[in-house]
């Protein structure tokens, strides 16, 4: 079956629409393809709850695409600031780290959105880690990286952005990340809620200094992105 064809195409456009963003032809055919692989590998790896196609398009991959220009607008402002160098086909050189990623939610879908962005997915389950490999070679995303291990035992250089979607408290968050967030570098934490006592528990060497509400087309529910960078020195 062609994209075009795809039943959850008319849903993704109108989506996109609503979300501000334009993509190209051959970044949707992908987004739509890894619907699919998550539909057929959830029948026997259990990825995720959500089982209904266009539930999994709204709940999954919409939910995801709203991330997509907040971190697009913070990678620019790191790339200005110096914290993000140049490659050398004269791009910014980020390196994301999505913790906790699952079926590869949101990494995968910023890889597939920013094929300039060096995306690395960690997971705890090794059967998720695995699907993630999978899925970047049959979308051909070369920027795409899946380990299986414990966050806090990682050894690869740090990372420019640290993002997680409902991966765990935000104390906790920071706390298994610390070390592998790149000074001036910067955590967006994708929730559905904060709560005060969640707000409060940060700690105090880390700034929470953004809220951003996020809206998600077709979702009736709270959303948000949590921004936090290590506090400046006193």
Not at 71 to 88: D, F, K, P
Not at 121 to 138: H, P, S
Not at 171 to 181: I, K, N, P
Not at 182 to 189: E, K, Q, R, T, V
Request: include cysteine.
């Amino acid at each position: 079956m062609s994209s075009e064809d795809h039943p959850q195409r008319a849903g993704l456009s109108v989506g996109l629409h609503a979300l501000g963003l334009s993509l190209p032809d051959e970044q949707i055919s992908r987004l739509l393809s890894y619907l699919d692989l998550i539909s057929r590998w959830n029948k026997t790896y259990n990825l995720t709850a959500v089982r209904d196609p266009n539930e999994m398009l709204t709940q999954h991959l919409l939910d995801c695409l709203a991330v997509v220009t907040p971190l697009a607008r913070a990678a620019a402002e790191l790339a200005r600031s110096g914290v993000v160098g140049q490659g050398a086909d004269g791009q910014p050189s980020l390196r994301l780290l999505d913790v906790g990623s699952g079926a590869g939610l949101p990494g995968v879908v910023l890889a597939i959105t920013h094929p300039e962005w060096a995306v690395t997915c960690v997971d705890t389950v090794g059967k998720k880690a695995a699907f993630i490999r999978q899925v970047g070679v049959e979308l051909g995303l070369r920027n795409l990286t899946a380990t299986h291990q414990r966050v806090e035992e990682m050894t690869t250089p740090a990372f420019h952005i640290v993002t997680s979607r409902a991966f765990a408290s935000l104390l906790d968050f920071v706390s298994l990340t610390r070390e592998r967030l790149a000074p001036g570098g910067l955590w967006a934490a994708m929730k559905a809620k904060l709560s005060d006592e969640e707000r409060a528990a940060v700690p105090t060497d880390v700034q929470m200094f953004h809220v951003e509400p996020l809206t998600v087309p077709g979702l009736d529910a709270q959303r948000c992105v949590v921004w936090l960078r290590h506090a400046p020195a006193a």
